[in-house]
T-cell receptor, first 113, second 109 residues
């Protein structure tokens, strides 16, 4: 059974650019959530999608956005990149509508220079 | 605002030396408390979900317990392969997951 797949694994972008990260959940999982992980702030919730609808959003600026497609795959976009956006971006999926045990992908390591 | 505090920040153990990690939380309506293990450069790996006070879950050398204000992860007779960062998270009624900063466990042979 394939796990949560995130692409790309590594990314280097220049300040001011925009970036799109992709997440393919486990087959059958309809809930997909995104997190930013940095050494200073730890794991912080970005947003969660369930059946193509954003169900919740964390305290991040509007430069961070996402969407979910009908096949449950999800994308996250960050516009006007800042140096502080350098982080590991993690995607997690869950089978249950009520959350439950989330399975995480290996993440995308974004470096902004 | 939901808060999760984990202690200690780091724990160094000798192989076979049992210990406990603490996760204290405040949340507006607990939907579930989760424990994860994270190895360097990888995403968190799911360990347990606890839903109500008094509940306990076990997996190999790990045992998680839950009270109304905190959770403990007990590591019994740890081995070097148990070295990792252990993360605690709570899910509130709005489905948000709030994570603690984690406890980094190092087990020496």
């Amino acid at each position: 059974k394939a796990g949560v797949t995130q692409t790309p694994r590594y990314l280097i972008k220049t300040r001011g650019q925009q970036v799109t990260l992709s997440c393919s959940p486990i087959s059958g999982h309809r809930s997909v959530s995104w997190y930013q992980q940095t050494p200073g702030q730890g794991l912080q919730f970005l947003f969660e999608y369930f059946s193509e609808t954003q169900r919740n959003k964390g305290n991040f600026p509007g430069r961070f956005s996402g969407r979910q497609f009908s096949n449950s795959r999800s994308e996250m976009n960050v516009s006007t990149l800042e140096l502080g956006d350098s982080a590991l971006y993690l995607c997690a999926s869950s089978l249950a509508a009520t959350g439950g045990g989330y399975t995480f992908g290996s993440g995308t390591r974004l470096t902004v220079v | 605002e939901d808060q999760v505090t984990q202690s200690p920040e780091a724990l160094r153990l000798q192989e076979g030396e049992s210990s406990s990690l603490n996760c204290s939380y405040t949340v507006s309506g607990l939907r579930g408390l989760f424990w994860y293990r994270q190895d360097p450069g990888k995403g968190p790996e799911f360990l347990f979900t606890l839903y109500s006070a008094g509940e306990e879950k076990e997996k190999e050398r790990l045992k998680a317990t839950l009270t109304k204000k905190e959770s403990f992860l007990h590591i019994t007779a740890p081995k070097p392969e148990d070295s990792a960062t252990y993360l605690c998270a709570v899910q509130a009624n709005d489905y948000k997951l709030s994570f603690g900063a984690g406890t980094t466990v190092t087990v020496r042979a």
